[in-house]
T-cell receptor, first 115, second 112 residues
């Protein structure tokens, strides 16, 4: 298994500002993903964070709004840019440790409230 | 887009009773996984069943998979108050890679 640390655990931000969320893993991992969970909803995949190259975004998510960095195999950041109240969600970092289709391990998430 | 649809959306039972949650999905899969999420926390992996398997057990958990009906069920036997959580099924809708697509989830409440 892996220990995944996400920071901050929660934040309250003003409309129009940006927040960068950090995800640190205690071991090198190939696959790293960012999910969003809106209040009372399920998880939606935002993007796959690729080490050394641009992230792969899912439909409905764009780099200008959710820039992602992956400088190495243990760390990634997700920025929520120019926030609006609709961005209020839990943002979750997850990693895949093994071969394709292995279970994902999740951080505890970042609970973001935009006022 | 969401791949899995769970039902019921919410389930309330007494301790000791069994809880059954169902999941349906739309496309071909390599495997189906179930996760639990306690309030305000990240998700915890419970069990994975591969497309060539029909049933799998892990402790008090029993998962079935019917690929012809594109459905799965999660049975928790002899439930405990600590089982209170949201449960999600997840499938790997892509041909390769480990990004999972999650269903809407079932919120289980077990009262003592």
């Amino acid at each position: 298994s892996a220990v995944i640390s996400q920071k901050p655990s929660r934040d309250i931000c003003q409309r129009g500002t940006s927040l960068t969320i950090q995800c640190q893993v205690d071991s090198q991992v190939t696959m790293m993903f960012w999910y969003r969970q809106q209040p009372g909803q399920s998880l939606t995949l935002i993007a796959t964070a690729n080490q050394g190259s641009e992230a792969t975004y899912e439909s409905g998510f764009v780099i200008d709004k959710f820039p992602i960095s992956r400088p190495n195999l243990t760390f990634s950041t997700l920025t929520v840019s120019n926030m609006s109240p609709e961005d209020s969600s839990i943002y979750l970092c997850s990693v895949g440790l093994g071969s394709d289709n292995s279970p994902l391990h999740f951080g505890n998430g970042t609970r973001l409230t935009v006022t | 887009s969401q791949q899995g649809e769970e039902d019921p959306q919410a389930l309330s039972i007494q301790e000791g009773e069994n809880a059954t949650m169902n999941c349906s999905y739309k496309t071909s899969i390599n495997n189906l996984q179930w996760y639990r999420q306690n309030s305000g926390r990240g998700l915890v992996h419970l069990i994975l069943i591969r497309s060539n398997e029909r049933e799998k057990h892990s402790g008090r958990l029993r998962v079935t998979l019917d690929t012809s009906k594109k459905s799965s069920s999660l049975l928790i036997t002899a439930s405990r108050a600590a089982d209170t959580a949201s449960y999600f099924c997840a499938t790997d809708a892509k041909q390769a890679g480990t990004a999972l697509i999650f269903g809407k989830g079932t919120t289980l409440s077990v009262s003592s």
